[in-house]
């Protein structure tokens, strides 16, 4: 049974301050919801939907080369309200992954995963969820006597005893279509922001008698979303930081990783040297055995091998 997928990109992202949709928004080199879709991208999602609102024309046109259908959402109401408009453009049947647009560090064994933990345990859903020292704004996640989970209660409307609880909902689902469409018709705005929790569904399936099961994730930083531009800046650093550790797995060396950057779209070829402070941007291909001077800024440029870039060097390719 194949999996469609819902990608949630109406978000005005208030706090950003920007004319621009905040899933356009670029870490890593990249848009934000690029890095969602290529993580779904090995489940091969059928329908694959984007819901878009604010500003969706410029999303839309972004995405426009992609197999994608679109849902609009216009007024905003919440998630739960947002995944209601994706409803009639996926199957009656099978099951769908929800996830937003702006989580640029989410996984694709992530979503595998959360895929076949609802298969193998039979339920109506699963979700990811997080340990984290401190819970702040995040939903807490609340479990039964056996485990499962039976309500999450986003941290506005918890009581000082849930507050308390350190797993919380990372913002990524996997539903049994009709259980979908069962718990949506049960939303209601009556909670601090006026809006239809998706969350809620999860209480609503629990208290069916209808089994909810949590992936905790072995990295938190993979529910990292983007709200700010300081969240923006700080996947941008951890996407970069991912390259790099990478890099230095195939053989690359990287004297200073702090000052490196290189695009996730860049290879670099077995006992290259990137010194302090060097930048590679686009589709730069170096080969191996090659030296990259101090401070260079390589975009879009192919070195064979064995090239040495004098430091301060800035090239772009033709």
Excluded at 17 to 42: F, N, S, Y
Excluded at 86 to 107: C, F, K, N, Q, T
Excluded at 301 to 315: I, S
Aim: glycine share 12%; proline share 5%.
């Amino acid at each position: 049974m194949s999996v469609a997928a819902v990608v949630l990109a109406a978000g005005e992202g208030k706090r950003m301050k920007t004319a621009t949709a905040k899933v356009l928004h670029e870490a890593g080199g990249r848009a934000l919801v690029d890095h969602v879709l290529d993580a779904l991208a090995p489940l091969v999602p059928r329908p694959l939907v984007i819901v878009v609102g604010h500003l969706r024309d410029q999303v839309e046109r972004h995405l426009a080369g992609r197999e994608a259908l679109f849902a609009v959402q216009d007024p905003p109401r919440g998630t739960g309200d947002a995944v209601g408009r994706a409803l009639p453009l996926l199957p009656r049947e099978g099951e769908a992954l929800v996830l937003s647009g702006d989580v640029p560090l989410i996984g694709s064994e992530t979503l595998a995963a959360l895929v076949e933990l609802r298969r193998s345990r039979a339920a109506a859903a699963a979700l990811a969820t997080a340990v984290l020292p401190d819970a702040g704004g995040y939903g807490r996640i609340v479990r039964g006597a056996d485990g499962d989970v039976t309500a999450v209660v986003e941290a506005k409307d918890a009581t000082g005893e849930q507050r308390e609880i350190h797993e919380v909902n990372a913002g990524t689902y996997v539903f049994d279509l009709a259980a979908l469409r069962l718990s949506l018709v049960g939303l209601s705005p009556a909670n601090a922001q006026q809006e239809y929790y998706l969350t809620d569904a999860i209480g609503i399936l629990a208290a069916r008698g209808m089994r909810v099961v949590g992936l905790p994730l072995a990295d938190p930083a993979e529910m990292a979303g983007v709200n700010s531009r300081a969240d923006l800046a700080e996947v941008h650093r951890l996407l970069g930081a991912r390259v790099i550790v990478a890099l230095q797995g195939a053989g690359v060396t990287v004297l200073d990783p702090a000052t490196t950057w290189v695009d996730a779209s860049c290879a670099v070829g077995r006992d290259t040297v990137l010194e302090p402070g060097v930048h590679l941007r686009g589709a730069c291909r170096i080969g191996g055995g090659c030296r990259i001077g101090a401070h260079a800024v390589l975009e879009d440029v192919t070195l064979g091998d064995g090239t040495a870039v004098p430091p301060l060097t800035h090239r772009r390719g033709d």
